[in-house]
């Protein structure tokens, strides 16, 4: 059993930064993959991002690619998304996941923990 909590995100300018960070807890939380979703009002979970647990590549949306970036530090069993130049097109609920399967990137119904979510709203 993993637990995921969020914290991060809020009210920022077109162009701005915000750094969502995610942190599980559980005695192997740190084997996991770990995965960003956002979700717009009205539209479905999109993946933004994951990683490894052992690191190596990270593949990103391409609506996000070159702005957004995705670390870990598993000595503290956190994943980080940091968040450059964003867009209004940015704004949703965004969720961090986990996961143990092998399949990489894993699709969205195989992660099987998630984030309660927070929300990134990017003014105009």
């Known amino acids: 059993q993993v637990q995921l909590v969020q914290s991060g995100g809020g009210l920022v300018q077109a162009g701005g930064s915000l750094r969502l960070s995610c942190a599980a807890s559980?005695?192997?939380?740190?084997?996991?993959?770990m995965g960003w979703f956002r979700q717009a009002p009205g539209k479905e979970r999109e993946f933004v991002s994951a990683?490894?647990?052992?690191?190596?590549?990270?593949p990103y949306a391409d609506s996000v690619k070159g702005r957004f970036t995705i670390s870990r530090d598993n000595a503290k069993n956190t994943v980080f998304l940091q968040m450059n130049s964003l867009k209004p097109e940015d704004t949703a609920v965004y969720y961090c996941?986990?996961?143990?399967?092998?399949?990489?990137?894993?699709?969205?119904?195989?992660?099987?923990?998630w984030g309660q979510g927070t929300q990134v709203t990017v003014s105009s």
């Open positions: 996941a986990a996961t143990d399967r092998d399949r990489w990137p894993p699709a969205l119904y195989e992660y099987d923990y």
């Open positions: 559980g005695r192997t939380a740190n084997r996991y993959n």
């Open positions: 990683i490894r647990w052992s690191g190596g590549f990270t």
